[in-house]
């Protein structure tokens, strides 16, 4: 969606023009991923004979991290003698959202029959949040642009042209892979600053 608006101020002389696109998207992904099977969330995994036991010298404090792997919901995996690996399917279908917004402003100014000047201003900003394969991980994408440009042209004689530009501009990308749900503080071994943007 978006629109255009643009025309003269003065008549023959000053001009503006403005543009807005935006793009907003809601959309479920499903996803597919290879995570401990019920048994292997409990500590045990399968022996030579495919036969689940419990982990020698099992440290139990780990088990509580299984938490932040998705819990299956589809077949078991099997290896090719039809014996458990520990690992199994697990099928989710969690919401993607995507939000883009672009603008651009000109400006265009008749100074006189020999100089004119125009300026334009853009920007366009970007937002994806992506579930990953892992559903309980979600990719946060953020782009930011700016451009401003400045042209300024002055006609000496019918053979004789100058024109002066400036130009700036400013982008920035960020991509972070968060837990949906934060980890609690008697999980966390390290902690790091979080520099997400609100």
Same mark, same amino acid.
């Given at each position: ?49 495919? $036969? ?6 099992? $440290? ?43 603008? #651009? ?39 930011? #642009?700016?451009?401003?440009?400045? $042209? ?21 990308? =960020?991509? =972070? ?22």
């Amino acid at each position: 969606f978006g629109g255009s608006l643009g025309g003269p101020i003065i008549k023959d002389k000053m001009f503006i023009f403005g543009n807005y696109e935006g793009f907003q998207e809601r959309l479920a992904k499903t996803t597919v991923a290879i995570v401990p099977s019920f048994q292997t969330r409990q500590g045990r995994l399968p022996n030579a004979a495919g $036969q689940y036991v419990e982990v020698p010298n099992l $440290q139990r404090g780990m088990l509580p991290f299984f938490r932040y792997s998705p819990e299956p919901n589809g077949p078991e995996i099997l290896d090719s003698r039809g014996f458990p690996p520990g690992m199994a399917y697990s099928n989710s279908n969690r919401s993607r959202r995507v939000g883009e917004n672009f603008g #651009l402003f000109r400006y265009d100014y008749n100074i006189s029959d020999s100089d004119t000047l125009s300026s334009n201003f853009t920007t366009s900003r970007g937002l994806r949040l992506d579930p990953s394969d892992d559903p309980i991980f979600r990719s946060n994408d953020r782009r930011t #642009l700016y451009t401003v440009g400045v $042209q300024e042209t002055h006609i000496f004689s019918p053979n004789i042209l100058n024109t002066a530009n400036f130009g700036f501009s400013h982008a920035r990308g =960020q991509n =972070q892979v968060t837990p949906i749900e934060a980890f609690p503080e008697s999980l966390v071994m390290l902690k790091g600053e979080n520099r997400a943007n609100p």
